[in-house]
């Protein structure tokens, strides 16, 4: 048999065998009718700064929203229309980015029109809403230049497992090879990861932005998993663990792989640590405990426990020591936030023994819309020429 024929009775064979099995006949599938686009927005802000939240749920028997932009637990309830869609406008909202989400029937959900997601560490429950002001916020993206973020990995060996930690480098680090720079490491709280300071803190935009102003000298910013204990593990025992392991992490395997990898200049005048909540407790702690490394120290919306004056009596029975070795202390807390008093009483022992420091109180609560501020206020104060 000729080629073209055997190509004849191949394609013959091909067609019999797709338009037949063991029972006869077997029609091809009917085409999939065309769907339409679902064009639903949600959330949208408004030119009045009122946001309007959407969602498609036509059999949901409730559906409400919660923002953290709200007093307490409230919640706003959404309506829905012959469409099935829920909606609630809210506002207007002060300019910010803030974190929400939505319950549907009361299992809460991202809002599944918005691809902007805020990690944790227990849950990704929470949605992200950007609100622009005029003038831009001090986390807004603005043109100006902008510094790089790395991802590193590393082999805790304190730890025995494999973490990583989020860099910050400024803007022309990579063209000065002969500059060497000062480093803040920053930490998070206990509900949130290593990357939480970058994605929804804004830390490298607010750090750009303070740059480009000439508010803040160039600097490196370090931000590791401050989870050293099993972060599902709530209890008490293994919680209390977790400071003094991660301070051991920090010290002796995340420091080490800094220092090996950046270009770092030397000194606790050139080094300061600072974080929110859990990771204000954590700074302080570490800070504290090691003059020696960190000049200067920041705590948001953290406070201190009732043995502080115990756990530090040398140092605060040495003021003018302490004071030396410090050339920033800075404390700030809103007025609304849970962890309040413990602020207040880490200010009030240091004042009665004259540790030199900074108390901001300011309004706000317990969230990113108030530790945002605070970084954007004591980046500027870091690493000030004639000071330790």
Same mark, same amino acid.
């Given at each position: ?17 797709? #338009? ?253 640590? #600072? ?114």
């Amino acid at each position: 048999m000729s080629e073209g024929g055997l190509m004849k009775l191949a394609t013959v064979a091909l067609t019999v065998g797709l #338009a037949s099995g063991a029972g006869g006949f077997v029609q091809a599938p009917p085409a999939r009718p065309a769907q339409e686009v679902d064009t639903l927005v949600s959330p949208e802000v408004h030119a009045d700064r009122r946001v309007t939240f959407r969602l498609r749920a036509p059999k949901a028997a409730e559906v409400t929203l919660r923002g953290d932009w709200m007093p307490g637990q409230a919640r706003e309830k959404l309506v829905k229309d012959e469409q099935g869609v829920w909606s609630v406008t809210v506002g207007p909202l002060q300019p910010d980015t803030y974190s929400y989400s939505l319950s549907l029937d009361g299992v809460a959900i991202l809002d599944p029109r918005n691809p902007r997601v805020k990690l944790g560490v227990r849950s990704s429950t929470t949605s992200v809403l950007e609100v622009p002001g005029a003038p831009p916020l001090p986390h807004e993206v603005r043109d100006v230049p902008h510094g790089a973020v790395q991802v590193n990995w590393y082999k805790s060996s304190t730890l025995g497992a494999v973490r990583r930690f989020y860099v910050y480098t400024p803007p022309g680090y990579e063209k000065k090879k002969s500059a060497r720079y000062p480093v803040l490491y920053l930490l998070h709280g206990a509900g949130d990861t290593e990357g939480e300071w970058t994605w929804f803190g804004c830390a490298n935009l607010i750090l750009d932005n303070l740059l480009a102003e000439g508010k803040a000298k160039p600097m490196l910013v370090v931000m590791p998993l401050g989870h050293a204990a099993p972060a599902g593990d709530m209890r008490p025992a293994v919680r209390g663990q977790n400071t003094k392991l991660f301070e051991d992490d920090l010290l002796k395997d995340v420091m080490p792989a800094v220092a090996s990898k950046y270009r770092l200049a030397a000194g606790p005048k050139n080094r300061a640590i #600072a974080g929110l909540s859990m990771g204000g407790a954590q700074a302080l702690s570490v800070g504290l405990g090691h003059l020696d490394l960190f000049g200067a120290i920041g705590v948001f919306s953290a406070g201190s426990g009732d043995d502080f004056e115990t756990r530090y009596q040398a140092l605060l029975a040495a003021p003018e020591a302490s004071n030396r070795k410090l050339s920033l202390f800075w404390i700030g807390c809103g007025d609304q936030d849970f962890l309040l008093q413990g602020a207040k009483r880490l200010d009030e022992s240091l004042t009665k023994h004259n540790i030199k420091h900074v108390f901001r109180l300011t309004e706000g609560a317990h969230t990113w819309l108030v530790w945002r501020r605070y970084l954007a206020e004591f980046v500027p104060l870091l690493f000030q020429s004639g000071k330790r």
